[in-house]
């Protein structure tokens, strides 16, 4: 076995073992948190109309148990794919995710693209026209869609383009009035309509699905911006840029050919991350727009102190960043082998 595949898989393997430590933390933070916060999640449920009935649902959820054996138990539970019962749903957690795991996909997918189509063309723009008005302009607008509130900026694209101009519906996937749900395949609506051939479920879903992705995408396109920028310019500045420009080859061709495509290596080793990151803003999008994916799940389960609900949805999460981080870490190791030592 040549030393640098010898070298690459003991990396593979160190990352994977770092990896269980940090959903352990992760998992035990969330765990203590939740119980730590006031409230109650069986008064939630029932009300005090019921309150006669809260002792035993106490005993049979274990919340009269100690901590510690509460906490080891759902470790166990955890380890042996068991993520629990919802307490809202009465169905098992991993059924609920499942079902709205690809709804969530389907969004991040759609805001990264937004976000990367957006974030480029700032990026370029600022970088092709350095220190110029459109310079300043497009770092403008960079820096406000990165700081700007998600939420904030989901209700104003609501109160815009679906309650004063129409152009879409305010939120949901499809709607239920005119189209019925199709097939499942995959989970995502407008890939799903497609396979079925359903065009105008497709074109209602992918309406629908507008203004969510903008929201969180565009958020996302101003870290791409002003990323892209600084490493376009300083792709500018290097060597093979000034060689390429002494050789008499073309303006144009020099920024995209060569800066920008040598530029977009830094910001492709981050696209996992933020995809990562867009499952976080995802929940308060969700929520603005009832999107019914994880993210809105996860919100219910926070509002209505559904432990198993919160705690299984956490372990998907976790895996999920778990999982691109690593194979992030795989990549950049795989292309520079300086990585590994």
Do not use: C
Request: net charge positive; hydrophobic share 50%; no cysteine.
């Amino acid at each position: 076995m040549p030393k640098s595949q010898g070298s690459l898989r003991v990396y593979i393997v160190q990352r994977i073992l770092l990896s269980i430590p940090m959903i352990l933390i992760l998992l035990t933070l969330v765990f203590y948190f939740l119980r730590a916060a006031p409230g109650d999640p069986v008064g939630a449920i029932l009300g005090e109309r019921a309150s006669r009935w809260a002792d035993t649902i106490r005993r049979q959820l274990g919340l009269y148990d100690p901590l510690y054996i509460q906490y080891f138990d759902y470790l166990r539970r955890v380890f042996t794919g068991d993520m629990g019962t919802s307490i809202i749903t009465q169905r098992s957690v991993s059924e609920d995710i499942a079902q709205r795991l690809p709804a969530t996909f389907e969004l991040a997918i759609a805001s990264m693209l937004v976000a990367v189509v957006v974030g480029v063309l700032l990026g370029v723009v600022g970088a092709t026209r350095r220190d110029r008005p459109a310079d300043v302009a497009t770092r403008l607008v960079a820096t406000v869609l990165y700081n700007i509130p998600v939420f904030w900026l989901g209700i104003i694209m609501q109160l815009v383009f679906a309650v004063w101009l129409g152009w879409f519906d305010v939120g949901g996937r499809l709607d239920p009035r005119r189209f019925e749900v199709p097939p499942r395949v995959t989970g995502m609506y407008t890939v799903d309509s497609l396979l079925a051939g359903q065009i105008h479920t497709f074109v209602d879903a992918l309406a629908h699905l507008v203004l969510p992705a903008a929201t969180l995408g565009l958020v996302l396109s101003g870290f791409f911006g002003r990323m892209v920028r600084a490493n376009m310019l300083q792709s500018l500045q290097a060597d093979f840029v000034e060689a390429a420009v002494a050789r008499g080859i073309r303006p144009a061709s020099v920024f995209y050919r060569h800066a920008l495509k040598n530029a977009m290596v830094p910001v492709a080793t981050t696209m996992g991350l933020t995809f990562a990151i867009l499952f976080s803003g995802a929940i308060l999008t969700e929520t603005v727009f009832s999107w019914e994916g994880v993210g809105r799940y996860i919100f219910k389960a926070i509002s209505n102190r559904d432990y198993p609900a919160l705690q299984g949805a956490v372990v998907y999460y976790a895996i999920i960043m778990v999982v691109i981080s690593l194979l992030i870490d795989v990549f950049n190791a795989w292309i520079d082998p300086r990585i590994r030592y």
